[in-house]
């Protein structure tokens, strides 16, 4: 058997490829998020001082919403649906629209950057937006945490590496004490 025959069966040649790991977003709030369209509206609630929730869990289900705004007194869910075409992901968009229309949930739903604002509209509010200096100074506070969790997991992963290399380095003397004590020297 030749040898790409024998790399075959321990690796199928679709996998022989490296797949890209998912992209990630960072939002002038803070949020991590999955797409460029999400960093969109994250960024677009944000700039009209819109409060909101990435990821929320959509009440009594394991499901989650893209996003959650609280407007008139009432939760909105916002969802950006990715590429159709995908069966895993047709499902869950369809057990998420059954479960929406079910409950009567209040649900925006975005399919491209076009309509980003538009849509978002009945959240927003017409004019200029209004801010809660209190909500302001609670989203500038939480910003600023985020930083320092970010810079102190930096500063972890830094001395993390600096161990890593002085246990090698250990390692790597005791491995030739062991050498030279069993074999003379090397």
């Known amino acids: 058997m030749s040898k790409e025959k024998v790399w075959e069966e321990v690796l199928p040649p679709e996998r022989w490829i490296r797949k890209k790991p998912p992209s990630r977003y960072r939002c002038k709030d803070g949020h991590i998020v999955k797409s460029r369209l999400e960093q969109i509206v994250d960024d677009m609630l944000l700039s009209h001082s819109t409060l909101h929730e990435y990821e929320p869990k959509i009440p009594n289900t394991n499901l989650r919403a893209d ?27 369809h057990e998420k629209m059954d479960y929406y229309n079910k409950m009567k949930l209040n649900l925006i739903q975005i399919s491209s950057s076009d309509e980003v604002k538009r849509k978002l509209d009945p959240v927003l509010g017409p004019g200029p937006p209004t801010l809660d200096l209190r909500q302001l100074t609670e989203a500038i506070a939480v910003n600023v945490e985020i930083q320092q969790v970010d810079s102190a997991l930096e500063s972890a992963q830094k001395r993390i590496d600096e161990l890593t290399v002085k246990r090698n380095e250990i390692v790597n003397q005791i491995v030739r004490r062991i050498i030279t004590g069993a074999y003379g020297q090397p």
């Open 67 to 93: 996003f959650k705004v609280r407007h008139d007194g009432g939760d909105w869910y916002i969802e950006i649906w990715g590429t159709e075409g995908r069966p895993e992901y047709d499902r869950k968009r």
